[in-house]
Structure formats: C-alpha cells, structure tokens
C-alpha cells in the first residue's frame, strides 16, 4: 500500500491536532446548547405539511426531494454521474476476484429477485410513505453488487452504450420535465398540480434506473472494457454465476 | 416520569453505543476490520435514524450509505490486502499511524 | 437534560473524532472511513435537529441528509478510484 | 460636433503609433515592406495631427479626452502648453529616429518585436506628455517601463539581458514608490489634475508634512528614470542596447519621462511658490546639481563612446530639474527648454556614434582618431550637438544655460553659477578631446570593422540624414530662438501663464 | 429574462448528459454547449445591466421552503468571466485533446463542471450551493488527474479529499445555521441576522459563518491551507489547470466574499477580517516566494494563483474598515475586478504555458529560452498575463491595486501598503524570470502565430486582462450598481 499521501505526523503535532479538535467539540457544543436554550429554531415542519397538498406527493420527504427543493435532486445526480464519469476516466474496470461457490449462487438467484422486487415497492410507495427514487435504486444496485460478487465482473450491465445513456436517462427526464414546464410558461420544474404527482413519479423511475445503473457502475469501477460486448441490454437479466473467471 | 427516564436512559445507550462503534471504526488499524466496522456503525446510526422519527433517511443510510459505500470500501479493503499479500516482499506497508 | 441535545452533540462528537482520524491516518481507506463519519456527524446533527419532541418531524432535513448522503458515496467511490489507479498494478 | 474633435485628437495621437505597433507585431518577420509602411504611416500621421494640436493650443483651444475608470479615477489626455512641448518633441525625434532604425537595423534579427515595442514605447512617451492627472501619467510611466524593456534586452547577448535586469530593478521600484506617492496624494486630495500654479496651496496646513513625504516619493519614482543621483545606476548599463534605443531612451523617452514628471510635480501638482514654500526646491536644486557634477566627472573618465555620452545625459537631464528648482520665471524658461535642446543634442550625438559603430565598428574614443576625414558629415553633426552640449553660442544649449544663469541670479542663489560653470568647464573637457582626435589626428591605416564601404555617401543615407537633421534643428533652435513657435518662445508662453 | 437563470445551468448539464450518451460526437457537442453558455450569459448580464438583479424562486416555491437563485452585479460579473474564459479553453481544449480516447472523459466532465459555476454564482441558497460545490470538486479533481501521470494522481486525490474536508465542514456550518435560523435563504438569513434578536443566535450564527469560511478558505487555497493547490494545478492538462486557477478556487471565494459582506455583514468584526487580511499577506508573500524559487513553469504559475488569491483577501480588512460610500463601493469593485483579472491572466498563462509544454515537451524554466523565442504569440501572452499578475497598466489588477492602496490608506492601514510593495515587486521578479529567456541569440522566429487555434484562444484571454479590463471599468462598476458618479 502506497496510497500515503502526507509524511508522518509528529507526536507533539498530532498531540496539538487532538488538543484543538476538543476544544473545537466544546465550542461547538456550548455555541449549540446556548442558542438551543435560547431561542430554537422552529424548523420548517409546519410549511413543509402546509404546501404538501400543492405538491403532488403525501410522503413530505418526497415532496421536499422532487419538489420544492428538486434542483438539489438534479444535482445531486449529476454528482453520482460526475463520480461515475471520473472513476471511467481513471481505467477500465479490474475483473472480479472472486469466484463464487454454489450456495452463493443460489442464494444469489434467491435475493437478486427479491432485491428488484422491493426495489420497485419502494419506488411505488415513496409518494405516501418511507421510500423513494434513491431508496429503490440502492436496491437495485445492491442486486448488481450480488451479481457481481457471485462472480459476473460487469455486475449485470449492460454494454457501454446502453450503459450511458442509463446513467443519463433519470438527469435527462428530470431537465426535460423542467425545460417542459418552462416551456409552458411556469418556470422551471414548477409542476402543475394535476400533473405532478404522475410527473415526479416519471422522473422517480427513470431516475431510480440512473442510480441503479451509477451506483452499480462506481462499485465495479471503471471503463467497461471494450471488447467485452454482451448484446443483451437491460439490468433485470439473470446471469449464471458459475462462471470462472 | 419513570417511562421518560427509561427512555433517557435508551437513549444513552443507543449513542454510546455509535460513538463506541465510531471510535472502534475510526481507530481499527487493519482495513478490512475497519471497513466491517465501518458498516455496523451504518446500520446502528440508521437505527437511530429511525429511533428519531427520519425513516426515509434511515432507508436510505442503510442501503446507501452503510450498504452500498461500505461495500465499496470493503471490496478495496479486500483488494487492497489482496495485494499487498502478492507483494509479501515488499517493506512493510506504511499502515502505522502513531498512537494517539 | 433533554434527549435532543444529545443527540446533536454525538452528532459534534462524529464530526471531531472524524476530522481526528482523517488528519492523522495516512491509509486512503481510513480516511475514506474518516469523511464518511465526519458527513455522517453532520447528518445526524441535522436529523437531531429536525425531531420536535413528538410533533412531525422536519423534513426538510431529511431531505438534506438524503442527498448528503448520496454526495459522500458518490465522493467515496471517486475516491477509492483514484486509489485504485495509484496502486495501478491490476489488482488479483 | 467641435468639440468631439477636439478630445478625439489627443487620442487619435496616442493611436497613431499604439495601432502600427500592435499590427507590426503580427507582420511576419520577412515582410519588411509591410513593416516599414506601417512603420513611416504611424509616424508621418502623428506628425499632422501634432501639427494641428501645436496650431490649436497657440490658438486657446483646449483639448480634453476623458475615460471615466471608476468615480474618482480617470484616464484624462490633455493638452496644456507644456504637453505640446513634449509632443512635439517626442513625434519629430520618433520620426527621424524610425528612418535611422530602419537603416540601422537591416538584417538585423526580430525585427517585428522591436518596432513593435518601439511604437508602443513612444505611445507611452505621448501619454506622459498628455496625461492631464497623476494617475494617468503614472499609467503610461509604468506602460512606458514595460515597452522598454524587451528594447534594452533586444540584442540578447548576455550583456544585454543584465542591463535590461539592472533597468527593471531600478524603474519597478521605483514605480512602485512612484504609485504609493501618487495613491497616498489621491487620499489627501482626490483627484490630482495636473492644474497651472498648483492645487497644493489651498490645502490645510495640517497636511504640510504629508504633502513634503509626498514629494520626496514622487521625486524617488521620477528620479529613477530622470537618472537623479543616487538613482542613476541603470542609465550607463542599458547602454548595451542598440543605437536607436539609446537615443530614443536618453532624448525621448526614459530621461525625458522623469524629467518631465518632475517638471508637472513642481509646477502643476505643488506649484512653484508653494513647493519653494515648504523648502522643496532646495532640495530639488541640491539633488539636481550633485547628479550634474557626478554626471560630467564621471563622463570625463569614460573610454566607451556611448558610456560618455550615458554620463553626460545624467548630468545634462539635470538642467531640467535644476531649471524646476529656482524660483523664478526666467530659470523655468530656461529648464523646460532645455527639455527640447537636450533632445535634439542628444538624439544627434547618439545617432552619430551609432553611424560610427556600424559603418566603421569603432566604439570607444580612443579609436576615433582622423574620424572626421572617413565620415565628415557625420563628424560634423556630432561636433554641433557637442559644442551645443557645452554651450557655445548659437547652438540650443546655449539658451539653455543662458537663461538657467539669469534666473539663478534673479532668484540671488549665485551657488547655482558655480555649478553652471565647473559643468560647462567638464562638458568642454570631456567633448573637446573627442572633437579634436576626429578632427585633427591621423586616422588609423583599417578601423576596427568597416562594414559599410564608402561609396558615393559615407554611410547610407538612412543613417546618414538623420542625424544632419537633428543637428540642423539644434542650430535653428539656437539661432531662431526668438522666432513664433520656437522652443524658446513656447517655453516663454508656458513661463507667463505659471508666473501670473 | 429570469429563464436565463436557469438556462445557465440547464444548457450546460444538457450539453454534459448528451456527450456522456453520444462520445464519438464528445468535441463537436461539447464546443456548442459552451457556446450556447456564453451566449445565454451574455443575455443574463443583459438582465442584470438593465434591471440591476434578476431573482427567481426555482419550482416557484418561495424561500425557506424553495430554492432561491439571484444574480446581481457581482454574480453577473463571475458569470461573464466564466463565460469567456471557458469558451477559450474550450476552443483551445478542442486542440489539445484531439485523441478522441481522451476527449470522450474531458468534455463531460468539464460541462458538469461548468454547470457546477453557474449553479454557485446564482445559488442563493446555502445547501444547494454545498451540492454545486460537491459537484465542483468532484468534477475538478476528476479532470485534474486526465493526464494520468502518478503524480497527478496523488495530487487530485489530495485535491479530493481536502475538497471533501472543506465541503463537510461547511456543511456543518450550514446545519448549525438550519438549526437555529430555520432558512437556507441568503435574504431571509441575512434579514433576521441584521434584525439581531438574540445574542445566542449571534454566536450560533458567527460560528456557522466561521466553519463555512474555514470550509472554504481551504477550497479557496488561502494560506496556509493552499498547501494542495501547487502539486494539483501545477499537474493538471493545461486547460484543466487553466480552469481550476481562473475559476474553480475564484468560486470558493467569491461565495466567502458573499458571505462577509452580505449575508453575515452584521456579524463580522474588524478583528476577524484582519486576520482573512493576515493571512492574505501571508499568501502574497509566501505564493510569491514560492513562485520566484519554482523550477517548472505550470508550478509558478500555480504558486502564484496562491499569491494572487492572497491579494483578494487583502481586501477584507480593508473593506471592513470603510464605511459605506464612494471609497468603499470602489473597492468593492476592486476587488471584484481583481477576480476578473486573474481569472482571465491566469488562464491564459497557464493555456499558453501549456502550448509551450507541448513544444518543448517539457516546461523546465532554465530551458526554455529556444522555444519562448520561437513562439512569439505565446511570449506575448505570457508577458500580457504577468504584467496583470504584477498588477502593471494597462491591466484591470493595476486599477484594483490603485484602489486598493488608497483603500488601506485611507483607512489608516498602513502595514498592508509594504505588503502590497513587497508583494508587487516579488511577482516583477518572478514574472521577468520567465520573460527573461525570451530575450536571447535564437533565430528570428518567421510568424507571429505557430498554431492558430492553441495560441489565438489564450492571448485574447491574457489581453482581456492585460488591455480590456485596464481600460474599460466602467462597465463593471455599472453593473455592480456602484456607477456614483457614472451615467
């Protein structure tokens, strides 16, 4: 292991590194309590439940996600895109280092299912209750992980090219949606009522797919190797996991 | 205001019990140890999530953050000791940090 | 002593003990382990200050730290990358 | 629809050698044509436009071009009387000195990058002279340190790129002291338009003591390029440079930029009587007379014909300071004409040891012997800019020194005699020795490197002729000074206005 | 008008998804996205000329409960700046990563990263700026480590991490300050800082102010936390290092500036700005120290990103010291003026060091006298770019300069005026360092252009700073809404 980046701290430093960051918990810790005692703030709970019926969803944290706050959302999944994009430009992607036993692959063949079907739950039930677009994609991705450790070194992906434009798909909706409303004259990702629960639905699943896909990407790490061209697209495809590597 | 003190009490436990799970983490001098560690401490901190009303985060914690992000780091943990084992050779790795 | 209060001080504690071992630890991976505890401080405090004492809780943190979270993966795994690519000498 | 005429002419000046220097930096190096055409346009067109400036100011017209920076700072092109003065001095000698560095510099390298910077450095010399507020002339002071620069280090031998570093060093710093002086008064007052008599006076007495700081900054940043003494050092170094250079550098441009600043800073800036009155004269005068005697004493020892002629600059730019520091309207006359006299002497005797480097190779005096039978022409112009420099009626710098006497005794500082006189007597020690080895002394069987073979002209005629020009205008200046339009008389206009 | 604000970072993320989906059309789709960019900014500082702030409510949900986005003057001038300069390095990165291998990972990442600038300079919202500058900093040390090189790596990885330290401790500063003032929003934090009801909430919020500056004077490289930047700029492709010295750093501390002076105006103190002044002085000594001894060309360059950086922060004493007026709307302008004119000097500086990298094959200082005098457009460039960086007329940091020592005397700050002196003639050394080995006995060059395309893009950005912005100010002190005695 090289991956040391700065010389060996001194004892006395580090001695004086510990000294200040404790001074530095209790400083924060006494700035909190005082204001805490004082004069909390209210929070915004109260707004939040008030605008809900305006908003398309019943579940506040979805409403807050895809709706009042959405460009953090649109960001937030250009940076899972910009992560993704930076681990393809550091080198192709390392084979799997594991080969699998029988009883993973089983199991595998039991809990990748399983993993995709409360993903889409979790999709599905995100506008009323606990759930949601990166809930369900983190499902997804770990059904791509199994994969990949039962042995499939491109964890169920599919070939680049379908690869990028799912990565794009959920981003790409989410600004068409917007450039749309914006186009009809309301401002940019200012849904109209009636439509907005089906839209940040829309938006959800394509995005759950572009997570899905991005998380399965950053763990496997790297370019898909170009030679390596497997036709069949989609991420639902069982793989035979007893293959050696 | 026995059942409020009980769950004072719960409560106390349930921090102590993350902030006992952060030091073991943070202070685990082989990767893979730490990167174990690293996902109870996920799950555990989802648990209070939970505990403190926020289950969508707590969801989300524990599929991303302790799920997905520590698999990551475990899957370069494993590598990393993977190859360092190929290079049994090579000078110990620098890996000893001073104790604090 | 009220139970949000602690709550939010694990949350500053997290955050020092994670900027401790990020400062002073020169594996990649331990620091990685370090920013991920030093964010996750920082969520809790925010997911402590979202919970009012039975009411609703605010979900506008929630909403925050849900993001957050997908940001520190997404920063963790770049990360692990660039260590990868240093190490650069395929892997098995 | 005047009066945008009126400010565009300050800046159609500036253009008129800021353009050709900007595209002649693109001309590829072999287009000498091009180069040349560019060249000879710039300077021919600002030689009208002055012409019509020098008509306008005689006439009252006043000419005002203003850029508003940001409230409180602007860029103000101006023409006042003194700025003429400098104008015309600087576009007539650019001209000439165009037409000799084109002659000089034939197959010489990188061509494009020196006349480049050659416009540019005079586009900074005209925005000096404009400039109608401090902070534009310390803007095209320190533009004007920059265009020089790649000039003095042009030749790229290493001798060269040590003078030109010897030159930066002293000109960046003191451009920085120059630009504190200049902010620290900005502070006190607000804008500092250069205004005749001064704005100074009005300001309360509080402020005295910061206004005599002031000065002694301002006369720092001024006096690295005047070459006052201490601060001279850079001046006999960048003598490395080529020929045209060092006569735009000593006539024009450089010492004559700090001169001329000196010059706004007791005049427009404190104002003659108030700067007399906190005691800043003296030590002007006292400054300006050590660097005269340093200057010629040094020149005396030097054997390299342009390292005299770099000592005898130091001491002969003093007269203009020396001129600012007495109190009184005949030595003002007698210094701002010296502004012109020295230039036109300078720029001839520079041009003549150029003539006789590169015709002949001979560089230093001691090889000049019987000089004046290869090259009479060229020995005859440099013996009028000599005599001029020593003073010897009727040639300019007779006036000068006329007039900077007659002013010393009606201002009663009799001292400023002594130094007149040990300095004409050093002038006359170190030039009458060089005037008769040429003359008079057996010329040597081969010179040096005779690389220009003497045909129906001693050397070519783009050599030739710049300097017989030059001399012809010391001695019109000196036999016509009391003609309209003559330095003299103009300095006599700008003496009455500063002296109500 | 207000459409323009979103487009500023829609048209950019578009442009990044459709290059991510189509790679082999990677250069072709990349350059009109910027394209497009610079022409919807130039319609946004229209709106902002005219109408002196344009505001948006993102999704038309209103502040707390929604996104703000706001451009005013200063925002509208990063903006432009931003523009501008990415439009030449685009143009320049267009030919320098002709190897479509490599151009399919810069062009992506780098729209993403201009999408992440135009977000930060209109955000007005403290948690979607922390997502611009996650987003930022991800797509920087991304970028930053295309060559490949070890060293590069580790140096972006160093750059990665210390981005991720910074962001999260500003993101505790934003948690602190949801905690107690329950808003994101820069208007509606700032009305209830200045209304001051609580001296608890007045700490709470000057220590959230005080992680989020820490946070950022680490992105910002302000000394002694620049430590990261050399090693990372000074390895990085040309265009990337030309982009992360003009923009990426100025971002960070353009959201400090708002910060100070906006939004926690009332809760900064004379003493807390002396010392962002300190350690500016530190940073302009130092960087310029550090400038003058470095052996590689890219390495002073990125040195002196350091020093320059530290010239910005000289402002806040400065700033803080004057009351409101003539005086100190100028310096306002200053030192937005400064950013501008690094911002385009050191792109250019860098987009030319990198030509004569690709020159020479090497950018070793001592020996590049041959090819600096075989490329005279590119000399020109680097002495157009220094003479900014030493802050000479005609440039736009010779103006800030003036400004700014007038700003410091007439405050009585006395001891920032031999900073500035030390500081100015420090970088005259470094710089002439350089422009000296253009001075030597080589063969005449034949042109004045080598190679159009690589050369043309990082003159006209040096000459902006060193020309345009010396001369024309006028215009940014209209839109700063500062004109005084301007029409």
């Given at each position: 292991m090289?991956?040391s980046?700065?010389?060996?701290p001194?004892?006395?430093?580090a ?23 004082t ?7 109260a ?8 908003s398309?969803?019943t579940?506040?944290v979805?409403?807050?996600?895809l ?6 959302t649109?960001?937030?999944l250009s940076?899972l ?8 430009s550091?080198g192709?992607?390392?084979p799997g ?10 199991l ?8 995709i079907?409360?993903?889409?739950y ?5 506008a ?5 677009a ?9 059904a791509g992980?199994?994969?990949r ?9 599919p ?5 990028r434009?799912?990565a794009?798909a ?7 949606v917007?450039?749309?409303?914006l ?10 009522l ?7 639905l ?21 370019q ?5 061209t ?7 495809r ?6 050696k590597? | 205001?026995?059942?409020t ?7 106390v436990?349930?921090?102590l019990t993350l902030?006992?799970?952060a030091v073991?983490?943070l202070s ?5 140890r ?7 401490f ?15 985060v ?5 599929a991303?953050?302790a ?9 370069a943990?494993?590598?990393?000791r993977a190859?360092?084992?190929?290079k049994?050779r090579?000078?110990?790795p ?7 | 002593?009220?139970a ?10 997290l955050?020092?003990l994670g ?7 020169r594996l990649?991976?331990?620091?990685l ?5 030093m ?7 925010l997911i ?20 957050g979270i ?7 795994a770049?990360?692990?990358?660039f260590?990868?690519?240093l ?6 | 629809m005047?009066?945008?005429l ?18 002649i930096?693109m001309?590829a ?12 346009t710039?300077?021919?067109v ?6 019509m ?10 000419y ?8 409180g ?12 003065l400098f104008?015309t ?24 990058r020196?006349?480049g ?6 586009t ?8 109608g ?5 310390v803007?095209?002071y ?5 265009a020089?620069y790649?000039l003095v ?17 002293y000109?960046?710093t003191?451009?920085a ?10 502070t ?12 100074l ?5 509080a402020?005295?003591?910061q206004f ?7 006369l ?5 390029k005047?070459a006052l003494v201490?601060?001279?050092g ?8 080529p ?9 024009v441009a ?25 005691g ?12 005269i005697?340093?200057?010629?004493i040094?020149a005396?020892?030097?054997?390299g014909?342009?390292k005299?002629?770099a ?12 001129g600012?520091s007495i109190f009184?309207?005949?030595a ?5 004409v010296?502004?012109?006299h ?11 040891a ?9 560089h230093?005096?001691s090889e ?5 039978r290869?090259?009479p022409?060229t020995?005859?112009a440099?013996?009028?800019g000599?005599l001029?420099?020593?003073g010897i ?6 006036i000068?020194?006329?007039y900077?006497g007659l002013?010393a ?5 009799p ?7 040990a ?6 020690a ?7 080895r040429a003359?008079?002394r057996e010329p ?7 690389d220009?073979?003497r045909r129906?002209?001693e ?19 000196g036999l016509f000074?009391a003609?309209p339009?003559?330095p ?6 700008i003496?009455?206005r500063?002296?109500? | ?17 459709l ?7 990677a250069?072709?789709?990349g ?7 610079t ?7 229209l ?18 409960l929604?996104?703000?986005f706001?451009?005013?003057?200063l925002?509208a ?6 523009a ?21 990972h810069?062009?992506p990442?780098?729209?993403?990263l ?8 209109l955000?007005?919202?403290?948690f ?6 996650e987003l930022?900093g991800l797509?920087?040390a ?9 060293t ?17 401790t ?6 602190l300050?949801y905690s107690g003032f ?7 934090l700032a ?12 700490l709470?919020?000057?220590?959230a102010l005080g992680?989020?500056v ?8 302000l ?11 000074g ?7 030309a ?15 708002r ?10 103190t ?8 300190l350690l ?6 130092w960087?310029?120290?550090?400038a ?7 390495l ?9 950086l530290?010239?910005l922060f ?6 803080q010291?004057?009351p ?16 501008l004119?690094h911002g ?12 004569v990298?690709q020159?020479?094959g090497?950018d070793?200082i001592?020996?590049l ?7 005279p ?6 002495a157009?770019a220094?003479t900014?960086?030493i802050?000479?007329p005609?440039s ?11 700003g ?8 920032w ?5 030390a500081?100015?003639l ?12 253009a001075?030597g ?6 042109h004045?252009?080598t ?9 006209l950005l040096a000459?902006m ?12 002190w ?7 005695g301007?029409?």
């Amino acid at each position: 292991m090289r991956n040391s980046l700065e010389p060996k701290p001194q004892r006395s430093a580090a001695l004086l590194v510990v000294v200040l960051l404790i001074l530095l918990a209790g400083l924060l810790q006494w700035v909190y309590f005082t204001h805490a005692a004082t004069a909390p703030g209210a929070g915004l709970t109260a707004l939040a439940q008030a605008e809900l019926p305006r908003s398309g969803v019943t579940n506040p944290v979805t409403a807050v996600l895809l709706n009042y706050r959405a460009l953090d959302t649109l960001l937030e999944l250009s940076v899972l895109l910009t992560a993704m994009l930076g681990i393809w430009s550091l080198g192709p992607a390392t084979p799997g280092y594991q080969q699998a036993g029988a009883v993973f692959a089983g199991l595998a063949a039991w809990v990748v299912p399983l993993l995709i079907l409360s993903g889409g739950y979790l999709l599905w039930i995100g506008a009323k209750a606990p759930g949601g677009a990166f809930q369900a994609g983190a499902l997804l991705a770990a059904a791509g992980v199994i994969q990949r450790l039962g042995g499939d070194p491109r964890a169920s992906l599919p070939n680049e090219s379908a690869q990028r434009w799912l990565a794009i798909a959920g981003i790409g909706i989410f600004a068409l949606v917007g450039l749309a409303t914006l186009v009809a004259g309301r401002g940019f990702l200012d849904y109209p009522l009636a439509w907005a629960g089906w839209l940040i639905l829309l938006i959800e699943t394509f995005a759950t797919l572009t997570i899905a896909t991005l998380l399965t990407a950053a763990y496997v790490g790297g370019q898909p190797p170009p030679s390596q061209t497997t036709a069949t697209p989609g991420m639902h495809r069982m793989q035979a996991p007893d293959r050696k590597a | 205001m026995t059942a409020t003190l009980a769950l004072l009490i719960f409560d106390v436990l349930m921090l102590l019990t993350l902030l006992g799970l952060a030091v073991a983490t943070l202070s685990s001098r082989d990767p893979r140890r730490a990167a174990i560690l690293f996902i109870a401490f996920g799950l555990w901190l989802s648990l209070v999530w939970a505990r403190l009303g926020a289950p969508d985060v707590a969801l989300a914690e524990a599929a991303i953050g302790a799920g997905l992000g520590g698999a990551l780091i475990l899957s370069a943990a494993r590598r990393a000791r993977a190859s360092s084992q190929a290079k049994a050779r090579a000078p110990t790795p620098p890996e000893r940090t001073p104790p604090v | 002593m009220d139970a949000e209060l602690l709550y939010a001080s694990a949350g500053f504690i997290l955050f020092v003990l994670g900027i401790w071992s990020l400062l002073l630890h020169r594996l990649l991976i331990r620091k990685l382990i370090a920013l991920n505890i030093m964010g996750s401080g920082v969520f809790h405090l925010l997911i402590a200050t979202a919970e009012h004492h039975g009411e609703p809780a605010d979900p506008v943190p929630h909403a925050l730290v849900l993001t957050g979270i997908v940001v520190a993966v997404s920063a963790t795994a770049l990360a692990l990358s660039f260590g990868r690519a240093l190490r650069g000498d395929g892997d098995d | 629809m005047m009066e945008t005429l009126d400010s565009l002419l300050p800046v159609a000046i500036l253009l008129s050698s800021l353009l050709p220097g900007l595209a002649i930096f693109m001309v590829a190096e072999d287009s000498h044509w091009l180069r040349g055409l560019l060249n000879m346009t710039g300077a021919l067109v600002k030689l009208v436009l002055v012409g019509m400036l020098v008509w306008g100011v005689y006439h009252d017209h006043s000419y005002d071009a203003e850029l508003v920076l940001a409230p409180g700072l602007s860029l103000v092109l101006q023409a006042d009387a003194l700025s003429v003065l400098f104008v015309t001095l600087s576009s007539v000698l650019w001209l000439v000195t165009t037409v000799y560095a084109i002659g000089y510099l034939e197959h010489s390298p990188n061509r494009s990058r020196f006349f480049g910077f050659f416009s540019l450095c005079v586009t900074a010399t005209i925005g000096i002279a404009l400039a109608g507020n401090l902070f534009t002339f310390v803007v095209f002071y320190e533009i004007l340190t920059l265009a020089t620069y790649p000039l003095v280090s042009h030749r790229g031998t290493p001798d060269a790129t040590a003078g030109a570093r010897a030159y930066l060093a002293y000109t960046m710093t003191g451009g920085a002291v120059l630009m504190i002086g200049a902010v620290w008064l900005q502070t006190l007052i607000g804008p500092v338009d250069f205004t005749q008599g001064g704005l100074l006076a009005e300001q309360p007495e509080a402020l005295h003591g910061q206004f005599i700081i002031i000065f002694v900054l301002l006369l720092a940043g001024l006096g690295v390029k005047a070459a006052l003494v201490p601060l001279h050092g850079w001046l006999p170094r960048s003598m490395v440079a080529p020929a045209p250079v060092s006569a735009l550098l000593h006539a024009v441009a450089v010492v004559k930029a700090g001169a001329f600043g000196i010059v706004r800073l007791v005049y427009d800036i404190y104002g003659v009587e108030f700067a007399h009155a906190l005691g800043l004269l003296t030590l002007l005068g006292v400054l300006a007379s050590v660097t005269i005697l340093y200057g010629s004493i040094m020149a005396l020892s030097q054997d390299g014909l342009k390292k005299r002629l770099a000592y005898s600059t130091v001491s002969q730019v003093s007269y203009i300071a020396l001129g600012a520091s007495i109190f009184g309207p005949v030595a003002t006359i007698g210094g701002m004409v010296h502004l012109v006299h020295q230039g036109i002497m300078k720029i001839t005797l520079f041009l003549c040891a150029g003539n006789y480097a590169e015709t002949l190779g001979v560089h230093k005096v001691s090889e000049m012997d019987g000089i004046g039978r290869r090259m009479p022409w060229t020995t005859l112009a440099f013996s009028v800019g000599a005599l001029g420099m020593i003073g010897i009626p009727p040639i300019a710098g007779f006036i000068s020194k006329w007039y900077l006497g007659l002013g010393a005794i009606k201002a009663d500082m009799p001292w400023v005699l002594l130094v007149l006189g040990a300095s004409t007597l050093l002038n006359a020690a170190y030039f009458l020795p060089i005037l008769f080895r040429a003359w008079f002394r057996e010329p040597p069987p081969h010179w040096p490197h005779e690389d220009i073979p003497r045909r129906r002209l001693e050397t070519h005629a783009t050599l030739l002729w710049p300097p017989l020009i030059t001399a012809a205008l010391c001695l019109l200046a000196g036999l016509f000074a009391a003609a309209p339009f003559s330095p003299l008389e103009w300095t006599t206009l700008i003496a009455r206005r500063e002296y109500p | 008008m207000t459409d323009s604000l979103v487009l500023a970072l829609v048209v950019p993320l578009a442009g990044a998804l459709l290059v991510t989906a189509l790679p082999a059309h990677a250069a072709r789709i990349g350059l009109f996205s910027v394209m497009l960019n610079t022409l919807n900014i130039a319609l946004l500082t229209l709106g902002v000329w005219q109408h002196d702030e344009l505001q948006l409510a993102l999704g038309d949900w209103a502040p707390p409960l929604g996104i703000g986005f706001v451009a005013d003057g200063l925002s509208a001038a990063m903006l432009a700046m931003t523009a501008l300069v990415s439009l030449a390095i685009s143009v320049y990165a267009g030919d320098y990563f002709r190897d479509p291998a490599r151009a399919r990972h810069f062009w992506p990442l780098w729209l993403l990263l201009l999408t992440s600038l135009n977000g930060l300079f209109l955000a007005a919202d403290l948690f979607n700026l922390y997502v611009n500058l996650e987003l930022l900093g991800l797509s920087a040390a991304a970028l930053g480590a295309l060559g490949g090189q070890r060293t590069a790596l580790e140096a972006n990885l160093r750059y990665l991490l210390v981005g991720l330290l910074g962001s999260m401790t500003y993101l505790l500063g934003v948690a602190l300050i949801y905690s107690g003032f329950s808003t994101l929003d820069f208007a509606q934090l700032a009305a209830q800082l200045a209304r001051g009801d609580a001296a608890a909430s007045g700490l709470l919020g000057a220590t959230a102010l005080g992680l989020m500056v820490m946070g950022l004077a680490l992105k910002a490289a302000l000394f002694p936390l620049h430590f990261w930047l050399p090693p990372a700029h000074g390895s990085a492709p040309a265009p990337v290092s030309a982009a992360l010295s003009a923009l990426v750093v100025k971002a960070a501390f353009y959201l400090i500036l708002r910060l100070w002076l906006e939004v926690f105006a009332p809760l900064t103190t004379q003493g807390a700005a002396n010392l962002l002044g300190l350690l500016g002085a530190g940073a302009v000594l130092w960087g310029s120290w550090q400038a003058l001894r470095a052996e590689r060309l890219k390495l002073l360059a990125a040195y002196s990103t350091v020093a320059q950086l530290g010239y910005l922060f000289l402002f806040f004493p400065i700033l803080q010291g004057l009351p409101a007026g003539e005086t100190r709307s100028n310096l306002f302008a200053a030192v937005t003026l400064m950013a501008l004119a690094h911002g385009f000097a050191k792109s250019g500086l860098f987009l030319a060091a990198g030509f004569v990298q690709q020159q020479a094959g090497h950018d070793r200082i001592a020996e590049l006298g041959t090819t600096l005098q075989q490329l005279p457009a590119t000399t020109l460039t680097l002495a157009l770019a220094g003479t900014a960086l030493i802050g000479l007329p005609p440039s736009g940091s010779f103006v800030a300069k003036w400004l700014l020592l007038g700003g410091a005397m007439a405050n009585g700050q006395w001891w920032w005026v031999l900073v500035l002196l030390a500081g100015t003639l420090l970088a005259v050394a470094y710089v002439f360092r350089l422009m000296t080995r253009a001075f030597g006995l080589e063969p005449t060059p034949r042109h004045f252009f080598t190679q159009a395309r690589a050369e043309g893009p990082a003159l006209l950005l040096a000459a902006m700073a060193t020309g345009v912005l010396g001369v024309a100010t006028a215009p940014l002190w209209h839109l700063l809404g500062t004109s005084g005695g301007l029409g």
